[in-house]
């Protein structure tokens, strides 16, 4: 059984940066790809981005290219989303989720996750 525990989120201004934490323990991390997702209020959570388990390969949802960064410390069981240049439209609760198996883009998105942390908060004002 793993457990995610997700941290960094709050509330920031249009064009500020935020460092999303997701801590894993209970199981062996460097097993799981690892995927951000998120959920606005009144929509379908949806994919952020997702790291294999070596880091080598990430995958971006395409709204958030060129300014989320997917990364993985697998000696501290973490990954993280470096998330800059924030909108209004990235107001969300931010989850994070863990896959045993390799999954290409568009199976990543729609694949049923092990495992899913109970998501931190981030607001964007304008």
């Known amino acids: 059984q793993v457990q995610l525990v997700e941290s960094g989120g709050g509330l920031v201004q249009a064009g500020d940066s935020l460092r999303l934490s997701c801590a894993a323990s209970?199981?062996?991390?460097?097993?799981?790809?690892m995927a951000w997702f998120r959920q606005a209020p009144g929509k379908e959570r949806e994919f952020v981005a997702r790291i294999n388990r070596s880091g080598g390969n990430t995958y971006y949802a395409d709204s958030v290219k060129g300014r989320f960064t997917i990364s993985r410390d697998n000696a501290k069981n973490t990954v993280y989303l470096h998330v800059n240049s924030l909108k209004p439209d990235d107001t969300a609760v931010y989850y994070c989720?863990?896959?045993?198996?390799?999954?290409?883009?568009?199976?990543?998105?729609?694949?049923?996750?092990?495992?899913w942390g109970q998501g931190t908060q981030v607001t964007v004002s304008s």
């Open positions: 209970g199981g062996s991390f460097n097993n799981y790809n």
């Open positions: 989720a863990a896959d045993r198996y390799s999954r290409t883009y568009i199976e990543a998105v729609n694949a049923d996750y092990d495992y």
